[in-house]
Nanobody, 120 residues
Framework: QVHLVESGGGLVRAGGSLTLACTIS????????MGWYRQTPGMERDLVAQ???????NYADSVKGRFTIAKGDTGNTLYLQMNSLKTEDTAVYYC??????????????WGQGTQVTVSS
């Protein structure tokens, strides 16, 4: 089974930047999409950014122009570059992959999350 581990979270000042990384162990027969989600206590886990196997991307309106999702060009990695951070971006960020383990079996895989805290 595919295993995901996020890293790169921390505490930054408003206006600063962070880059999150997702390390992917194992492999999939076919990757449908990869994405970053975030969640604050008492709130739903919401999509932040998504990239398909073909490279198409989409972003939450709240992060457009500030965040960039990208696949690593070496190894099995997924990145989220976050610029011009706001206090509202404070959350636990999760990496997720939807893919096929075989031609007929697919599933969603999640990391354990990494905390991002933005101070004013």
């Amino acid at each position: 089974q595919v295993h995901l581990v996020e890293s790169g979270g921390g505490l930054v000042r408003a206006g600063g930047s962070l880059t999150l990384a997702c390390t992917i162990s194992g492999s999939l027969f076919r990757t449908v999409a990869m994405g970053w989600y975030r969640q604050t206590p008492g709130m739903e886990r919401d999509l932040v950014a998504q990239i398909t196997g073909g490279g198409s991307t989409n972003y939450a309106d709240s992060v457009k122009g500030r965040f960039t999702i990208a696949k690593g060009d070496t190894g099995n990695t997924l990145y989220l570059q976050m610029n011009s951070l706001k206090t509202e971006d404070t959350a636990v960020y999760y990496c997720s992959i939807r893919g096929y383990e075989s031609p007929t079996l697919w599933g969603d895989y999640w990391g354990q999350g990494t905390q991002v805290t933005v101070s004013s």
